[in-house]
């Protein structure tokens, strides 16, 4: 059977069979705009939104709990120390109150630092303003029966019981006062680290949007080969092929950056736990133990350049499925049907 020509497709729409094929593909068109629209909106609300968490965790999640569990530690080890200076002897010797010094400052350069990334809002401002009061009276405390008072051992053990109840008196302590603003913060990085029922819903809603264009783009192929006489249209192809890349590259992104944040999550959760139930011979080995699994962190969650790429390209194959399968369809009308008309 001979293949219609230009004249034939025109005297085919002034009949019946011509106004169905015209609402079809009408009716194609708008469901092609439609669907590509809603996928690519919230394909890329929900990806920005996964590397929006994995900028937070890095920038502010993970140094705040770090930052938690390091002047924990330092206090911890800085108390044991001037302990250990006395139980052993050595606090007559010159310098034997310098790893205490160490420690404490320490511990006051991580308050200091954790002003700035802390997680838990005014209520933390709170407490690290209350935390930094009580270091204050603390030291206090403690750095005269580490230095002073180390020939009178009736004042140098009142100051340190008196130190010890400031640092680890419950509720008002300053270690339990870190503590909870450390459950505050592990809230949040569990919040921040998991993709909630909202994003899931975001990405099924985007992968099924990309479905159903995908299966309208064949649709409208197959239209125009088996009533307009075309047997492909390459601007329909080449947004087919668009379909299924924003279906597979963005989502394979998504779950990348995920298991990172899982990871991280992970080793936050290990790093809050060794700050807690600690024997004295222990605390140096935890101190070193945060270090290194804070480097490996900081190695997990650093700035990927193909995360930016990915959402850039999304947004341009997005503008591709926009406006491609529309302009061809469009043209189609036109040509066949409404300038015929």
Partial sequence: MPRPNRWTRALRTRGQGGFRTRRLLELHLAVL???????????????????????????????????????????????????????????????????????????????????????DGERGRGVLETVNGLLTSYSSSMTPGAVKYVSDDSMQQEKFTE??????????????????????????????????????????????GLLVMALTVLSALWLLRGRCGRSHDPWLLLSLLAAVALAVFPLWATAATQERLDTARHLLSRIDERAHDNAPEELADSQQDVTLDSTDLRGRLAAQSWQSWTYYGALGGGALIVLLPAAAVCRRLNADYWRAG
Avoid: C, F
């Avoid at 939104?49 to 080890?77: C, D, F, I, K």
């Fill in 33 to 119: 705009v439609v669907t590509a629209l809603t996928s690519m909106t919230v394909l890329l609300v929900s990806y920005r939104e996964v590397q929006n968490s994995a900028g937070e965790m890095r920038t502010h999640g993970a140094p705040a709990v770090q930052g938690v569990a390091a002047t924990q530690l330092a206090l911890l080890r800085a108390h044991q120390e001037a302990q250990d200076s006395v139980d052993r002897g050595i606090d007559h010797v010159i310098g034997a109150g310098a790893r205490y010094e160490n420690q404490l400052s320490a511990a006051d350069q991580g308050l200091s630092r954790l002003s700035d990334v802390q997680l």
């Fill in 163 to 208: 130190a010890q109840r400031i640092l680890s008196r419950p509720g008002t302590g300053v270690v339990p006062r870190l503590d909870v603003l450390q459950k505050h913060q592990m809230q949040r990085v569990d919040r921040v680290s998991s993709m909630g029922a909202l994003q899931r819903t975001g990405w099924v809603i985007a992968e099924l």
